[in-house]
């Protein structure tokens, strides 16, 4: 069974970088897009974020992130990066990966933005 895996989040302090990742444990993600999505403390599932695409045109991002996010995965396509930049104490969330057209979701993984 295909399952996606999330490392990377923790403590960081207002400014600071993260990096995330997304491990596809059936190396299909160089063939579906992928999408990046934040649950904020107190907000509910349906009240996920959208933060970000990787697609095979490209990259889009929320404008809540655009110029501090980037988004990207490996050149053998089995995982997904979201390199956070200037990080906010409003980036505090559950971060999640995504495949859409599979319905596969990450674990999730805390970013705590915070001094």
């Known amino acids: 069974q295909v399952q996606l895996t999330q490392s990377g989040g923790g403590l960081v302090q207002p400014g600071g970088s993260l990096r995330l990742s997304c491990a596809d444990s059936g190396s299909m993600l160089a063939y579906y897009d992928l999408k990046w999505y934040r649950q904020a403390p107190g907000k509910e599932r349906e009240e996920r974020e959208w933060?970000?695409?990787?697609?095979?045109?490209?990259?889009s991002y929320a404008d809540s992130v655009l110029g501090r996010f980037t988004a990207s995965r490996n050149s053998a396509g089995s995982t997904a990066y979201l390199q956070m930049d200037s990080l906010k104490a409003e980036d505090t969330a559950v971060y999640y990966c995504n495949v859409p057209n599979l319905n596969l979701w990450g674990q999730g993984t805390q970013v705590i933005v915070s001094s």
């Open positions: 933060v970000a695409d990787i697609s095979h045109t490209g990259t």
